[in-house]
């Protein structure tokens, strides 16, 4: 599975942005797929990841209640949305997917480029 991440921009606090991972291959609906994001200067951390079917999701406390993940298997695409951006999440953003639910990196099998997003205050 190749990904492709995208959306990202500049935007002010408590400003919105749709993140986009676009899959090619037809096996995409068969993985997980998990969002991360690294800041300058710091490891990559886990934002939020989602089932194969979509119906099971999971997100770092941090972004609990502001942004949504989401999947298209139809499109082959995922989404993350994220509302009310916070200066501190400024980072490059990052697709993945994987086997199964996971927060450590180290268990997805796929990565995206990373899209950046900057959240000026």
């Known amino acids: 599975v190749q990904l492709q991440a995208s959306g990202g921009g500049l935007v002010q606090a408590g400003g919105s942005l749709r993140l986009s991972c676009a899959a090619s291959?037809?096996?995409?609906?068969?993985?997980?797929m998990g969002w991360f994001r690294q800041a300058p200067g710091k490891e990559r951390e886990f934002v939020a990841a989602i089932s194969v079917g979509g119906g099971s999701t999971y997100y770092a406390d941090s972004v609990q209640g502001r942004f949504t993940i989401s999947r298209d298997n139809a499109k082959n695409t995922g989404y993350l949305q994220m509302n009310n951006l916070k200066p501190e999440e400024t980072a490059v953003y990052y697709c993945?997917?994987?086997?199964?639910?996971?927060?450590?990196?180290?268990?997805?099998?796929?990565w995206g480029q990373g899209t950046q997003v900057t959240v000026s205050s």
């Open positions: 993945a997917a994987g086997p199964g639910i996971a927060a450590m990196k180290n268990d997805y099998l796929y």
């Open positions: 291959g037809r096996t995409f609906s068969s993985y997980v």
